[in-house]
């Protein structure tokens, strides 16, 4: 155990400078001494202070003390208080037996002058080197061995400690002993050795002594390294054997999870355990001494003595340093240092001590708390056994220096703004304001300090002047605190005293000892000590009965006060209180009583169900009694609602971001299965409730681990739990995760907060045999550092798991979807209940809340407390509930007397249980889960329940269980029989093994265990009894956790807005009951008998106000069939797995006409009045299914649970959220913002993260990285957090399945699977070739016409090309309803082969080199190179640029000299080489740098080949950090919003410049110019797989049409089209695109002259003069084909290899959104295309839109405005000259070239009906126009670059002669005038 002790100053430096502040006021002439203030910081030559102020984080190092030091130290675990940093060092005070206490100056000590010329400077040895700690801190030192180094105190550098080596022989061992006389030392300056005596060495070192240089006096401490390195004050020299306990060595050992329990009850007892010490000893064995001599100071290592202390002894308790009062509370963070607190000898001052009185607590019946306030305690002796000192407040008062920002956070000017009289008037204030039952809260009174502190920094601001002017002096301090306590009620008392504590303390304790007992008691005494040298301290002892209990039971951890109960039990010291209780309340012997009752009965039975209480049947009868028919019970159904897949999702995302982060540690394209383990803690009923879940969510089969007949059996080896086999089991998954690299493996931690005790501070202290077992699974280092395996932590409490220690970073945590009103509940049927909404219900207004006290319970228990001061109050509490529930179970049945002697909420919920059964045919009921958190306890009350129950013939009409988690369920054989005959359940061996197999079983289940540990309760639960949780519980988890039980789902009805009728006097009362019956409307009400006296109620207690009548006479005479009250409507929740029941809920009662009446509504005229009801309209019984809500829990807590839930004034937290969130976690410091209300879990996460730290036995608090900033999150861990009973489990078991579609799907691919269109106009084309040739011959092709219908799925809604044929095709009007969504494409998937190609998620073996750059280069080791040439077509120059990185730099020529760019290598058509494709493939790509399918290494089998990605000017860094290893080539920036006609124009033309530069340099060689290689690929980003076709031989097998496919590489097709026979006369060549109907059609030609898409090969040098439209959005390589075959080129397609097109959801041309370029307001509504145009010079909205743009997507939805003629009549299309343009698909377009010589369709006898010119160039004239017909009122639309053009091109085309045109008719784009608006111009022909 620790002895040391959290309530002194933190800065030693502040203590020295005090100490000689004092002592020179004591001496000093003058009046005013130099304060301290000025002391510590004005200091001229001070240097900066930083070693002590930033030694947050220093851990000394321990190797170099003793390792017997080490070891004594290991033994202590945690010194921690419950509050922020470790122990505070404890410092010797300066004890100089030599000064007189007179104000006489000391007599000097004469000490020899310095020699001459040697320095004389204070921190500086006479040579003159520095050696002050701070100096030397970072220094490394040599030091001779058998030397340590030591810190010397010199009296005129107070703050300093000087740094020496001194021979540890000369030094104590630690009990103060075994120093040899003399000294030996050298100076680690100037590095001069063998000093051998101290007084030389003192003079060397300038500590300038006025008293005899001692070395005991003037060498303090040992100096040790931190593990940064740091050196540093270390524990004190202990030069004296100990004297007495000081106050100071009292620490708090590991037991007790940093909570004190630093004197208490038990002190003089023997142990209980030999092993753990009583958690009620001081701190475990401070307590125990030896028993002879004076009072000595234990030490941790020693044997304990007697553990009773004689009479007399001091025990130690906690003291704080005194502090000079202008000194507002300086404290400097201390080394987190576990060998704090080496005990020094003390001589007691008089006047310091407090004897504490011989039987303080039988006389006065109370244990005084002392709270330790600010200054010195005094020592206690005596009876110390009873009083307790708690350290509850002491770090409130210890205000941290904080940093600028955080000052800014909350608001403060400086942190040091109360001085401690202001301190002392907040504590007595806060008191005050306390309820009588209220206890002191550490959090409550921060936030006090807190807001105190910002209202003077608003003082300070506001006026300018510093704190210490609204700071209270201490003559005012007596008399304010005296004004502030006399308002309490005589509650707080203030007791002024002028020389110490201990004065007012001893007067405390003795007037409590000889008080009366009719003597009111105040509930506190504020001691306060104004002395003159001290300042001012204070403390405060807690007298009242109920606080002082509460506040001492507080500081026990949950396992402590779990063994101080079992050892009461043990020892027999509750026998006083079972014998209390062997009687009835109203005297009676309650044994003999039930002895009568059974003997009354004789043979018969309570009737099972179906029947009153007072009906008896045989026992024979009663076993024999099967329930009808099978009820309609919610059993067994899982499945997975929306928010479950929602989260899973999330928790998949997440695992996606690790995989992307950039950190190498997990590589998702590595695995292709998914294997998992669940760990849970201790608890049988979890473990198969785990397995039951596996089981039904068929998850091993979904992931393949197992099969169908095995997965039941084979369930378990999934689920561990954490017990002493778990370190085989574990092992043998460990291996599974070595054997199988290629399978991701899921380690699930569920209820991941239930232990998270370290490993090593288990075992150092023998701590229960399953702690830190969690650690040693979750953080050993083969979990840390397998690959494939991932952790994930699920919790419904995770604030523990997330401190500034945590080892999962906090964007891994995934929290669980926040629930709202809003859309998402909208269409479910049941919302989650949690405890925001159980805290909400207060506010209901409800007569009967959810959330209840039970008032006179609580009465009956302070009674009680008061009379057995001794006992812990849950043995209390524990046996008045038993009695409680056996008077009512005897009230209900036999003895109505009983009946006002049982709380109204106890005998409520009995009469519910015993007669709910009795109204059902089945025998269904409800559960009661009453939580005794001790098992002892809970086996007491079940075998005293039970007895009763059996004794009074129940055992038939309901259940008692133990639930205890070591061990399964056990159910009577009756009840499973039941149980079985209601689930017609086939199995004769089935069991109920989790409590949901309970569903229906009218049952009290006695939940016992130090943690509810998430057990899913069955619908039928309706009452938790928290009645024993009470001040016990005070941190975060384990209040909410036992609040969690109650969470559930619960119908939308349940919560919806409550209709409120106020205000109804008795006679409406009566009225409505009349009524009632005539009503349609079936009312639910909430009225239930209450107990929480509120002044609406106005209940008293008594039987009539609650309305609770029972007698089965009354029951029948009273039924009122439609009133349905909480208790009667099935009482339901949904299992984890289940969000909403999916059928309607399960119905319990069949008819409502005799199963509503609850007895206990039967009084409705008594109820509240104010009644809140809910409605549902009733149809029918038939329907009562509907009714069957399950509605929320109802919940009774203790007093202080209720407060802290029920105190939620404001928003959605209740208060409990600002409670320590566990209590294994601490505060950094008291003063941190508050925790709002309105805060996501997402916040409060990162709230929890900054502002609490890890206890050391914490498993996460050895993960403190070296600098606070680097600790070492786990990468592949995530934390799943969830409110209680969400569902978790479900949705971790949906990632699971989900992770493994995603692993299946990262090796499938979605490609596009769609028929040809147009199939019906095609042209049958005579000439074809034989179907076995591998190459189109040139001859027989060139005679094939060109099929100009566009056959290409994507073109399924663009405007069909006219033919001959097409005239023909007769187009149904029925079209007219033209769907404005774009019918979804069809995909489908297909598995990726090894010659796929990939987007930048793909990482393998083979391919990182073509993808990454080599670590070794960098990203700049590619070079921009800028390529200018002329287009024409643009008519100026072009400059592109290429980024080529060094591996690629072959595939160009540079110049001799400046390495500028001169061409691109190109092949020579002759060139065969088989490891190589000719044609440059250039890929236009934009806004998918990851998703593009740009990575061809595999599709091209690893050759060599020249891939271009050509890329916009600002995509460009994008594409080069994901692709650094690619040519790029950047379009200029002109070309920013263009589409990929801009794109596949500049790749034409820079290829045809090239291919002219290649020529000409090829020349020079001797190569003639047609022999250079003419073709390019343009190839899309989406071209995933290629395939080849072959036909099967038509043989007499196989007569159906068919052949075979399989996939090939894009280098096979390359090298096969490139193969091509002649194949510079061909102008491109492409393939089809794939569809699964290829193989089943009948074999078509091999080749096809016809459109093709997607993947061309491109002859350049034929196709110099045909030209892509650069403006081109849509459609432009429809145009381009077009445009290519009038000019009579051949297109040819191979019909043998199809192209595979992902389907991909992001890039592409789909990003354009159309908005206003002025934005007016956000939610505009969209923008319609027909908006895209508007008259010239009008107001209309511009746009931010590319004019071309808006133009084409214009066309395609203006075709009845534009082409009236031409809709549904493909007789007579729209003539389009040189350009063919998307009219929409109504509308057929015949497209003409209007140049010389050119290829156009027949068009003899066509009467067009509309003409489309686009830019059109000189080549069309008027007499062209002139040879074409069109119909009468047939449309015209001329398309040009500005207005003037327009009038230009009409003029010379002569267009008025046979057209009409109107004003009204010009139209514009709707761009600004500085985007280049077209115009265009509409006319009539005349």
């Known amino acids: 155990m620790g002895n040391s002790y959290a309530g002194q100053l933190k800065s030693a430096r502040f203590e020295e400078a005090l100490h000689n502040s004092i002592e020179a006021s004591l001496r000093c002439s003058s009046v005013v001494p130099r304060p301290i203030f000025s002391q510590l910081y004005l200091d001229p030559d001070q240097p900066p202070f930083l070693p002590e102020g930033n030694r947050e984080n220093v851990k000394p190092k321990v190797e170099e003390l003793d390792k017997e030091l080490v070891h004594r130290y290991s033994q202590n675990g945690n010194l921690d208080f419950s509050t922020n940093q470790t122990v505070n060092e404890m410092e010797d005070e300066e004890e100089d037996e030599d000064m007189s206490d007179s104000s006489s100056p000391p007599i000097p000590y004469s000490q020899k002058p310095a020699p001459e010329g040697s320095c004389t400077t204070d921190g500086f040895c006479q040579a003159g080197k520095d050696l002050r700690l701070v100096s030397l801190c970072m220094e490394q030192i040599d030091i001779p061995a058998g030397f340590l180094l030591v810190g010397a105190k010199s009296p005129n550098l107070p703050e300093h400690i000087l740094v020496c080596a001194v021979d540890k022989r000369f030094l104590p061992d630690d009990h103060g002993k075994n120093a040899l006389l003399g000294f030996s030392g050298n100076c680690i300056g100037c590095g001069e050795r063998g000093f051998r005596y101290f007084t030389e060495f003192s003079n060397h070192i300038n500590l300038k002594l006025t008293t005899q240089p001692k070395k005991q006096k003037h060498l303090k401490y040992y100096l040790v390294r931190s593990s940064q390195g740091v050196l540093s004050k270390g524990p004190l020299i202990c030069w004296k054997a100990p004297l007495s306990l000081r106050a100071t060595d009292v620490a708090n050992g590991n037991a007790n999870g940093g909570r004190n329990s630093v004197l208490s009850s038990t002190v003089s007892r023997p142990m209980p355990h030999s092993t753990s010490p009583s958690p009620g000893c001081a701190a475990g064995d401070q307590a125990s001494m030896s028993s002879s001599g004076p009072p000595k100071k234990r030490h941790r290592g020693w044997s304990p003595g007697s553990p009773v202390p004689p009479p007399g002894l001091a025990v130690p308790v906690p003291t704080i340093r005194p502090a000079a009062r202008t000194e507002p509370l300086l404290s400097a963070p201390v080394p987190q240092s576990m060998l704090t607190g080496i005990l020094q000898p003390q001589p007691i001052p008089a006047g310091e001590t407090v004897i504490v009185p011989e039987n303080l607590l039988n006389n006065s019946g109370v244990r005084p708390v002392i709270l330790i306030g600010y200054g010195t305690l005094p020592y206690f002796y005596g009876n110390v056994g009873d009083i307790v000192v708690s350290p509850l407040l002491v770090n409130c008062y210890k205000i941290p220096q904080l940093e600028n920002k955080d000052l800014d956070l909350l608001g403060l000017t400086s942190s040091q703004l109360l001085s401690v009289e202001n301190m002392i008037l907040l504590t007595i204030q806060y008191l005050v304001q306390l309820g009588p039952d209220q206890i002191p809260l550490r959090e409550e009174f921060e936030q006090i300090m807190l807001k105190a502190m910002q209202e003077f920094s608003l003082r300070e601001r506001s006026l300018q002047m510093s704190a210490q002017c609204v700071s209270v002096s201490p003559g005012q301090l007596p008399w304010l605190a005296r004004l502030i306590a006399s308002v309490s009620r005589d509650l707080v008392h203030v007791v002024v005293t002028q020389n110490s504590l201990a004065e007012g303390i001893s007067e405390t304790l003795r007037s409590l000892n000889e008080m009366k007992h009719q003597q009111k008691l105040p509930d506190y005494v504020v001691a306060i000590c104004t002395s003159k040298i001290r300042g001012s301290e204070f403390c405060v002892v807690v007298l009242g009965q109920y606080q002082s209990r509460a506040l001492a039971e507080s500081m026990l951890t949950t396992s402590e006060f779990l063994k101080e109960i079992s050892y009461e039990l043990i020892t027999g010291k509750v026998s006083f209180l079972a014998s209390h209780f062997k009687n009835t309340s109203l005297g009676d012997d309650l044994d003999k009583l039930l002895e009568k009752m059974l003997q009354q009965r004789g043979e018969s039975v309570i009737i099972p169900f179906n029947g009153d209480v007072s009906e008896c049947v045989s026992s024979q009868e009663a076993i024999a009694m099967v329930s009808t028919q099978e009820p309609d019970l919610d059993v067994d159904t899982f499945q997975i609602y929306q928010p479950q897949l929602t989260v899973a999702r999330k928790l998949l995302s997440q695992v996606c971001a690790i995989a992307d982060s950039g950190n190498q540690s997990l590589d998702l394209g590595h695995f292709s299965k998914v294997d998992f383990i669940v760990i849970v803690p201790r608890s049988e009923v979890l473990v198969q409730q785990t397995l039951q879940r596996i089981r039904q969510s068929g998850v091993l089969v979904d992931l393949g681990l197992e099969d169908n007949g095995t997965a039941y059996q084979r369930a378990e080896k999934y689920v561990v739990r954490l017990d002493s086999e778990i370190q085989t089991k574990f092992e043998v998954f460990m291996k599974r995760v070595k054997q199988n690299p290629y399978t991701l493996f899921v380690l699930v931690h569920d209820n991941a907060h239930v232990d998270l005790t370290s490993a ?1127």
């Not at 890329?1511 to 950090?1521: I, Q, T």
């Not at 690619?1526 to 291919?1555: C, D, Q, T």
């Not at 459609?1675 to 397609?1693: A, H």
């Open 760 to 1886: 090593i501070s288990s075992s150092l202290s023998h701590g229960e045999p399953s702690h830190g077992l969690a650690d040693r699974v979750i953080n050993c280092r083969e979990v840390l550092e397998a690959f494939n395996l991932l952790v994930l932590q699920v919790s419904s409490f995770p604030y523990a798991l997330q401190t500034q220690q945590s080892r999962i970073s906090s964007s891994n945590e995934v929290h669980w979807i926040q629930f709202d009103s809003g859309d998402d509940a909208a269409n479910e049927d049941k919302l989650y209940f949690g405890l925001n909404e159980y805290s909400k219900s207060l506010q209901w207004g409800v007569t009967s809340p959810l959330l209840r006290c039970d008032e006179t319970f609580e009465k009956m228990v302070n009674t009680l407390l008061e009379r057995y001061p001794r006992l812990h109050s849950m043995v209390i509490r524990c046996y008045l509930l038993i009695q409680q529930y056996s008077q009512a179970l005897m009230a209900l049945t036999t003895m109505a007397s009983l009946r006002d002697h049982s709380t109204p909420e106890t005998l409520s919920i009995m009469d519910d249980l015993i007669t709910s059964p009795g109204r059902d045919k089945n025998g269904c009921g409800h559960m009661l889960v009453i939580r005794v958190p001790s098992v002892q306890l809970a086996m007491l009350a079940k075998e005293r329940l039970q007895e009763v129950r059996d004794k009074l013939g129940l055992q038939y009409r309901f259940e008692i269980l133990l639930g205890n988690p070591a061990s399964e369920l056990t159910v009577e054989k009756h009840f499973v029989t039941r149980l079985k005959a209601w689930r017609g359940k086939e199995q004769e061996d089935w069991i109920p093994r989790t409590y949901q197999d309970l569903e229906g079983l009218p049952c009290i289940v006695i939940l016992t265990g130090k943690d509810p540990l998430g057990e899913t309760f069955p619908r039928s639960l309706k009452y938790c009894d928290l009645r024993l949780i009470d001040s016990s519980y005070l941190t975060r988890t384990a209040l909410e956790q036992e609040v969690g039980l109650a969470c559930c789902y619960v119908s939308k009805e349940a919560i919806r807005g409550p209709i409120v009728a106020l205000d109804l006097s008795e006679k409406e009362h009566e009225k409505a009951n009349g009524s009632e019956n005539e009503s349609d409307e079936l009312l639910i009400d909430l009225d239930r008998p209450q107990s929480n006296s509120s002044a609406v109620t106005g209940t008293s207690g008594s039987l009539a106000d609650n309305g609770v009548s029972s007698s089965s006479a009354a029951d029948k005479s009273q039924k009122q069939a439609p009133s349905l009250n909480f208790q009667t409507v099935a009482h339901s929740s949904v299992d984890e797995g289940t969000f909403t029941a999916g059928e309607t809920l399960k119905q319990e009662c069949d008819s409502l006409g005799n199963q509503m009446a609850s007895s206990t509504t039967s009084k409705l005229s008594s109820l509240s009045s104010v009644s809140q009801v809910f409605r549902w309209t009733a149809h029918s019984a038939k329907d009562s299914k509907a009714l069957r809500a399950a509605l929320p829990r109802i919940v009774i807590l203790s007093k202080a649970a209720y407060c802290l839930l029920s105190s939620q004034k404001s928003g959605n937290l209740p208060s409990s959220s600002s409670l320590l969130p566990h209590a294994d976690v601490s505060w950094v410091g008291s003063l941190r913002p508050l925790l709002h209300k309105d805060m996501s879990s997402e916040e409060q996460s990162l709230y929890n993260r900054q502002w609490t730290t890890a206890r050391q036995h914490h498993a996460d608090f050895s993960n403190q990285g070296e600098a606070s900033g680097s600790r070492s999150f786990h990468p592949r861990r995530l934390l799943l957090t969830g409110p209680p009973q969400v569902g978790k489990t479900g949705s971790y078991l949906q990632f699971l399945r989900i992770l493994f579609r995603m692993l299946i799907r990262l090796l499938e691919v979605d490609v596009y699977d769609e028929e040809e269109i147009n199939a019906n106009h095609t042209e049958n084309s005579e000439i074809t070739q034989s179907s076995n040739d591998h190459w189109p011959d040139i001859e027989i092709f060139s005679k094939m016409s060109f099929d100009l219908s566009v056959r290409d799925p994507k073109y399924r809604t663009i405007s069909p090309v006219y033919t001959e044929q097409l005239s023909r095709v007769k187009q149904e009007t029925s079209k007219e309803a033209k769907l404005e969504e774009p019918k979804k494409r069809e995909t489908v998937s297909m598995m990726l082969t090894k010659y796929a190609a990939y987007n930048t998620f793909h990482h393998c073996e083979q391919c990182h080199q073509y993808m990454d750059i080599n670590p070794a280069v960098q990203i700049s080791d590619s070079t921009l190179h800028a390529f200018t040439f002329s287009s024409s077509m643009l008519g100026e120059e072009v400059q592109l640029h290429f980024i080529i990185p060094k591996s690629k730099e072959n595939h160009f020529v540079f110049s001799k000299q400046g390495k500028h760019l001169e061409s691109m290598r190109l092949p020579l058509v002759s060139d065969k080489n088989l490891n190589a494709v000719k044609s440059p493939i250039f890929t236009p790509s934009s806004g998918r740098h990851e998703h593009g399918l740009l990575n061809l290494y595999h599709a091209m089998e690893g050759i060599s080949h020249l891939h271009l990605l050509v890329v916009k000017e600002y995509e460009m860094p994008l594409y080069r950090k994901y692709w650094p290893n690619h040519i790029m080539l950047v379009l200029p920036g002109m070309f920013n919003n263009a589409g990929v006609g801009a794109a596949r124009f500049l790749i034409k033309e820079l290829s045809y410049h090239n291919l002219e530069l290649e020529r000409n340099r090829l020349e020079e060689l001797g190569v003639k110019r047609q022999c250079v290689w003419p073709f390019i690929v343009v190839m899309d980003d989406s071209c995933v797989l290629w395939n080849m076709h072959s036909a099967h031989e038509q043989s007499s097998q196989s007569l159906e049409p068919g052949g075979s496919s399989k996939n090939v590489s894009l280098k096979s097709v390359l090298q096969h089209i490139e193969a091509t026979p002649k194949i510079v006369h061909y102008a491109i060549l492409g393939v089809q695109k794939w569809n699964s109907k290829l193989n089943a059609r009948k074999a078509k030609a091999p080749f096809s002259r016809c459109h093709v898409h997607d993947f061309i090969l491109l002859n350049i040098d034929l196709t110099q003069n045909v030209q892509y439209d650069l403006n081109r959005y849509f459609c432009e390589d429809v145009d381009f084909n077009l445009r290519t075959n009038s000019s009579g080129l051949l297109i040819c397609r191979f019909n043998n290899f199809s192209v595979m097109k992902k389907h991909i959801q992001v890039g592409g041309q789909k990003d354009f959104v159309v908005k206003p370029k002025i934005m007016v307001s956000d939610n505009l509504a969209p923008i319609m295309p027909l908006q895209y145009v508007c008259a010239p010079d009008s107001e209309h909205t511009l746009l931010a839109a590319p004019s071309q743009f808006l133009l084409e997507k214009f066309l395609q939805h203006a075709t009845y405005k534009l082409f009236p003629k031409a809709v549904h009549n493909f007789k007579n299309p729209v003539l389009a000259i040189d350009c063919y343009l998307n009219i929409g698909l109504e509308v057929a377009i015949c497209y003409i070239s209007s140049r010389p010589h050119s290829v156009n369709v027949n068009c003899e006898g066509v009467f067009f009906s509309g003409l489309l010119l686009y830019l059109c160039d000189s080549f069309v004239g008027a007499d062209l126009l002139k040879r074409f017909r069109f119909l009468k009122g047939a449309t015209l639309c001329v398309i040009c670059q500005d207005r003037s053009s327009l009038r230009q091109t009409i003029v010379r085309l002569e267009l008025e002669d046979e057209w009409q045109f109107r004003l009204r008719d010009e139209f514009q784009t709707a761009n600004s005038s500085d985007d280049e608006p077209l115009y265009f111009l509409t006319g009539r022909h005349i």
